[in-house]
């Protein structure tokens, strides 16, 4: 958090003029530790899949940083200062394997005055914004919202909310907010109505509501693009508009579907045309439909989608959030998730981007890591990073590869590093003083928290978090998997293992962590890129593709079909790159660490072995 210097430096500033509402980025910064002639080039969306300057495939993967944001005690910001940001960066990169972040944000932090923007806020969010940036990490911000505000809660409520500021709802008159019996937050959402009609005057611009929030979101976005280099900006990979978005209530013969139609989406043309207004036009808007749309649960699903947006294009990006509310419920599925349980739920995004004409995110899933139905997160973690891998179960992953649809991007729910540690009065009440899990409605689903020594460590098994991913395909990915062998307690899962079939494949294996790429090679010279997680040492990685076989990659160079450098960032995550020199030609590459020294006999026999694979199903 800013100090009082730094405010009153921000406010001269202001002062003195140099705070304005559009205008293109200052000059380039120099280029990040570890980056080499590829990186560094800003996204686009094309052929429903993001895009980097070399023309090739990007997966975003990371988390949602962070929940932090919806508290008071550190004034609506992700972190308590930028060295806590550059901590929290470095290990989501190095121990949780991300390259991006969804980066929360708070409207009632940036317009605490109806009209007027606060300018140390804006500065201390860029500047903790630019701390994932220089640690190599895609950053795409979101003003996000729960229950519209926590201004419509009192200081006695079971629950509390985050988003709008306290004018917004004083103009209101809403009513006591009571939610009746209600068992989980969520349940505010519809039964709070104190919540529901606060949400309608948002959605139907009462008292210009929906005015100012635009208004605030141009001019953040204006200052966040003129506060950062062109570099810095370019890992900006566009802007959610508004979290999880709901009518409240409906209007009279209006449905979710024509509620969409009629209120959603004209509010997201108008962020768009801020967004090109403040800087933002080549950058696309991450928009979600109806939050309840693809929801699990039979009597709270509704119909949705933006089905009647037309074909969004690359100005838009397909947002969405899957989590299971049928496991968190603790009712609804009793046992844990098991091998393809989310493909047809996660096959349903892939499907309704594609009729969109865009490129999807779920830009939140996860699991309560405390409470009741804990012990399901490790499967149902497993089974969601499995169906954003790939549409096709682990089980039949190996006979119908050519099914698996795009790898999807996606933000876990949350990165937060000081869960256990808060110290948040819940709507202001200094009686209810939350400090354990997330502080916030008695969440808890954080991947990480800071250790007795003031370290960042991992709340889940690395082996769920730190995986092999695809950052970038040179040309178009035609299907991925990746058996991470994370445990249930004390049981290792395994749900794709190589088929006997391929012997010397299994072999090569073991019983070790694999990932497996198959792609077309495109036009372009910029090699693909795979993570490599922590528990794939370069020293002991084992690669075997149709470009060639190595264990241990040579450093790369441009001559090297196979090999290993830095991720960009200077935060010692790496990544396997492998470069063809042709056009429209299919390539594959496993990549393991189960082997020891394999002998080159084994890696030629499982070389041939995967040439026939591939060459049999694409």
């Given at each position: 958090?800013?100090?009082?210097?730094?405010?009153?430096?921000?406010?001269?500033?202001?002062?003195?003029?140099?705070?304005?509402?559009?205008?293109?980025?200052?000059?380039?910064?120099?280029?990040?530790?570890?980056?080499?002639?590829?990186?560094?080039?800003?996204?686009?969306?094309?052929?429903?899949?993001?895009?980097?300057?070399?023309?090739?495939?990007v997966?975003?993967?990371?988390?949602?940083?962070?929940?932090?944001?919806?508290?008071?005690?550190?004034?609506?910001?992700?972190?308590?200062?930028?060295?806590?940001?550059?901590?929290?960066a470095?290990?989501?990169?190095?121990?949780?394997?991300?390259?991006?972040?969804?980066?929360?944000?708070?409207?009632?932090?940036?317009?605490?005055?109806?009209?007027?923007?606060?300018?140390?806020?804006?500065?201390?969010?860029?500047?903790?914004?630019?701390?994932f940036?220089?640690?190599?990490?895609?950053?795409?911000?979101?003003?996000?919202?729960?229950?519209?505000?926590?201004?419509?809660?009192?200081?006695?409520?079971?629950?509390?909310?985050?988003?709008?500021?306290?004018?917004?709802?004083?103009?209101?008159?809403?009513?006591?907010?009571?939610?009746?019996?209600?068992l989980?937050?969520?349940?505010?959402?519809?039964?709070?109505?104190?919540?529901?009609?606060?949400?309608?005057?948002?959605?139907?611009?009462?008292?210009?509501?929906?005015?100012?929030?635009?208004d605030?979101?141009?001019?953040?976005?204006?200052?966040?693009?003129?506060?950062?280099?062109?570099?810095?900006f370019?890992?900006?990979?566009?802007?959610?508009?508004?979290?999880?978005?709901?009518?409240?209530?409906?209007?009279?013969?209006?449905?979710?579907?024509?509620?969409?139609?009629?209120?959603?989406?004209?509010?997201?043309?108008?962020?768009?045309?801020?967004?090109?207004?403040?800087?933002?036009?080549?950058?696309?808007?991450?928009?979600?439909?109806?939050?309840?749309?693809?929801?699990?649960?039979?009597?709270?699903?509704?119909?949705?989608?933006?089905?009647?947006?037309?074909?969004?294009?690359?100005?838009?990006?397909?947002?969405?959030?899957?989590?299971?509310?049928?496991?968190?419920?603790?009712?609804?599925?009793?046992?844990?998730?098991?091998?393809?349980?989310?493909?047809?739920?996660?096959?349903?995004?892939?499907?309704r981007?594609?009729?969109?004409?865009?490129?999807?995110?779920?830009?939140?899933?996860?699991?309560?890591?405390?409470?009741?139905?804990?012990?399901?997160?490790?499967?149902?973690?497993?089974?969601?990073?499995?169906?954003?891998?790939?549409?096709?179960?682990?089980?039949?992953?190996?006979?119908?590869?050519?099914?698996?649809?795009?790898?999807?991007?996606?933000?876990?729910?949350?990165?937060?590093?000081?869960?256990?540690?808060h110290h948040?009065?819940?709507?202001?009440?200094?009686?209810?003083?939350?400090?354990?899990?997330d502080?916030?409605?008695?969440?808890?689903?954080?991947?990480?928290?800071?250790?007795?020594?003031?370290?960042?460590?991992?709340?889940?098994?690395?082996?769920?978090?730190?995986?092999v991913?695809?950052?970038?395909?040179?040309?178009?990915?035609?299907?991925?998997?990746?058996?991470?062998?994370?445990?249930?307690?004390?049981?290792?899962?395994?749900?794709?293992?190589?088929?006997?079939?391929?012997?010397?494949?299994?072999?090569?294996?073991?019983?070790?962590?694999?990932?497996?790429?198959?792609?077309?090679?495109?036009?372009?010279?910029?090699?693909?890129?795979?993570?490599?997680?922590?528990?794939?040492?370069?020293?002991?990685?084992?690669?075997?593709?149709?470009?060639g076989t190595?264990?241990?990659?040579?450093?790369?160079?441009?001559?090297?079909?196979?090999?290993?450098?830095?991720?960009?960032?200077?935060?010692?995550?790496?990544?396997?790159?492998?470069?063809?020199?042709?056009?429209?030609?299919?390539?594959?590459?496993l990549?393991?660490?189960?082997?020891?020294?394999?002998?080159?006999?084994?890696?030629?026999?499982?070389?041939?072995?995967?040439?026939?694979?591939?060459?049999?199903?694409?």
């Amino acid at each position: 958090m800013p100090n009082i210097r730094a405010r009153l430096l921000v406010v001269l500033v202001v002062l003195l003029g140099s705070l304005t509402v559009a205008g293109a980025p200052p000059a380039t910064a120099a280029t990040l530790p570890g980056s080499l002639w590829f990186d560094e080039t800003p996204l686009t969306v094309r052929n429903g899949r993001f895009v980097d300057g070399d023309g090739r495939e990007v997966v975003l993967r990371g988390y949602n940083v962070s929940g932090e944001t919806k508290l008071e005690e550190n004034s609506g910001l992700p972190f308590a200062s930028v060295a806590d940001a550059k901590k929290s960066a470095t290990a989501l990169r190095a121990l949780g394997g991300g390259n991006s972040v969804r980066f929360l944000l708070s409207w009632a932090h940036a317009e605490p005055t109806r009209g007027t923007v606060d300018p140390a806020y804006l500065a201390a969010v860029t500047d903790q914004m630019r701390a994932f940036l220089d640690a190599g990490i895609r950053v795409y911000p979101d003003f996000h919202q729960d229950l519209y505000s926590r201004h419509l809660f009192n200081p006695g409520s079971w629950y509390t909310g985050d988003g709008a500021p306290k004018w917004a709802v004083a103009l209101g008159g809403y009513p006591q907010e009571s939610c009746g019996i209600c068992l989980f937050w969520g349940q505010n959402i519809t039964q709070n109505q104190a919540v529901t009609k606060a949400q309608y005057d948002f959605w139907h611009n009462i008292y210009g509501l929906q005015d100012s929030f635009l208004d605030t979101a141009q001019k953040t976005m204006a200052y966040v693009g003129q506060h950062l280099s062109e570099a810095e900006f370019a890992g900006i990979v566009g802007f959610d508009p508004y979290n999880e978005p709901y009518a409240g209530s409906y209007d009279s013969g209006q449905n979710s579907r024509s509620w969409e139609q009629s209120l959603l989406w004209p509010f997201y043309e108008r962020f768009r045309a801020r967004m090109d207004a403040a800087g933002w036009q080549d950058k696309p808007a991450f928009v979600e439909p109806n939050l309840f749309w693809n929801a699990n649960i039979g009597t709270q699903k509704q119909e949705g989608g933006l089905l009647d947006a037309g074909t969004l294009g690359p100005r838009y990006v397909f947002n969405t959030h899957f989590y299971d509310q049928k496991a968190i419920s603790g009712i609804l599925m009793w046992g844990n998730a098991s091998d393809g349980q989310y493909a047809t739920d996660f096959g349903t995004i892939r499907d309704r981007a594609s009729a969109a004409g865009t490129a999807a995110v779920v830009s939140e899933f996860g699991h309560p890591l405390s409470g009741t139905v804990s012990g399901k997160a490790p499967t149902v973690d497993k089974a969601m990073y499995q169906a954003l891998d790939s549409r096709v179960p682990g089980a039949s992953w190996w006979t119908d590869p050519s099914s698996s649809g795009p790898v999807l991007s996606g933000s876990q729910w949350q990165w937060d590093i000081y869960s256990g540690r808060h110290h948040e009065l819940m709507n202001d009440n200094p009686d209810k003083v939350r400090t354990s899990g997330d502080a916030w409605n008695d969440e808890d689903l954080s991947a990480v928290r800071l250790d007795d020594s003031g370290a960042v460590a991992l709340r889940q098994d690395a082996r769920l978090l730190d995986r092999v991913y695809p950052s970038a395909a040179a040309g178009t990915t035609l299907a991925f998997t990746y058996e991470d062998r994370s445990p249930d307690g004390s049981t290792t899962l395994t749900w794709n293992p190589v088929p006997s079939s391929l012997p010397n494949v299994s072999q090569l294996v073991g019983s070790g962590q694999y990932g497996l790429l198959v792609w077309r090679s495109g036009s372009g010279s910029a090699p693909t890129e795979l993570h490599l997680p922590a528990s794939f040492p370069t020293s002991t990685t084992t690669v075997v593709s149709d470009l060639g076989t190595a264990y241990a990659p040579p450093a790369y160079t441009p001559s090297a079909p196979i090999a290993a450098a830095p991720e960009p960032g200077g935060t010692g995550s790496r990544r396997l790159l492998l470069t063809d020199s042709d056009s429209g030609v299919l390539h594959y590459a496993l990549v393991t660490n189960g082997a020891t020294s394999p002998p080159a006999t084994l890696l030629n026999a499982a070389r041939s072995e995967l040439s026939a694979w591939a060459a049999g199903h694409f």
